[in-house]
């Protein structure tokens, strides 16, 4: 029997792949039901605010809600800061400023917007939304895009050695699948040689980088059809009761996915490193715009 997990205050759960024991997917959707709750309410507030007018922009509470949402996004450009100069490095590890990064950069907006009653009614402040828009929506795409050039929101670096690494780890530990049906280890070889041969131009590569999940989603979905049979006969041979069937079927989907999902990592790490590189060439840009028209639209609403 596994031994039971603790859990304290200082525990870190992970929200990557299948849940390590009950307690930790509990915690898992007690953390999305309450992200959800907050969404809700915050869209709840927003809908009183823009369609109420407890406040204006211009009011004390208004202008307070704009000063500190334009201070935390002003606070954002600590982020890169840190990555480039060393002298910064007893300020704090970089996850933990990353940490703050995603969270300041989606609380600042969120003020700006609560700051403006949802209105705009002005020039700069219409370009300063913008910019701001801009902002968000390139970091929700950078968030996409980093979570599959490093391993969880705050993990190292994946490289094509440690992903070549998985692929054989994975392997290794499906001998008991393989015993299940002879033609799963060829297809899932199969699998791996089509994701990890060179394209021979551009339109053959993107196709295959396009197409390359749904084929692995496909294959997951047959060779699990296919040894599903096999595994009640062995566990009725061995006098399984249906829950632990259930359990040695549920192991085996876990060790397919993981093979295809590491075999993925592998084939399209290249293609989303490149994405990463141009996703910064637009990302910082649109945050030196987004500090520089909100400056702007502080200025102008002091002098006129």
Known sequence: ?????????????????????????????????????????????????????????????????????????????????????????????????????????????????????????SMNGTIAFLAMLMVVLSGVIGRFIYRHVHRGLYGRKITLRSAGEDIQACIGRMDSVFSLQGDVEPQLRAFQEYALAPSSGFFQGASRFVTLRSKAFALSARIRAEIRPAMVRRGLDMKLTKRQIILEYKLAKGQINAFLDAVLMAAQLATWERAFSLWHVVHIPFLYLLVISGIVHVIAVHMY
């Open 1 to 121: 029997m596994t031994p039971a997990t603790s859990y304290d205050p200082t525990t870190s759960i992970s929200m990557e792949g299948e849940a390590a024991s009950r307690g930790e997917s509990i915690l898992r959707w007690s953390w999305r039901i309450a992200l959800a709750t907050l969404a809700l309410l915050t869209l709840g507030v927003a809908i009183f605010v823009a369609t109420a007018d407890p406040y204006t922009p211009g009011s004390d509470f208004g202008y307070n809600l704009g000063l500190v949402g334009g201070l935390m996004m002003l606070s954002l450009l600590l982020y890169p800061l840190r990555k480039r100069f060393s002298m910064l490095e007893r300020l704090g590890a970089m996850n933990t400023w990353f940490r703050y990064h995603m969270f300041i950069g989606i609380a600042g907006p969120v003020l700006v917007l609560f700051h403006s009653t949802f209105q705009l009614k």
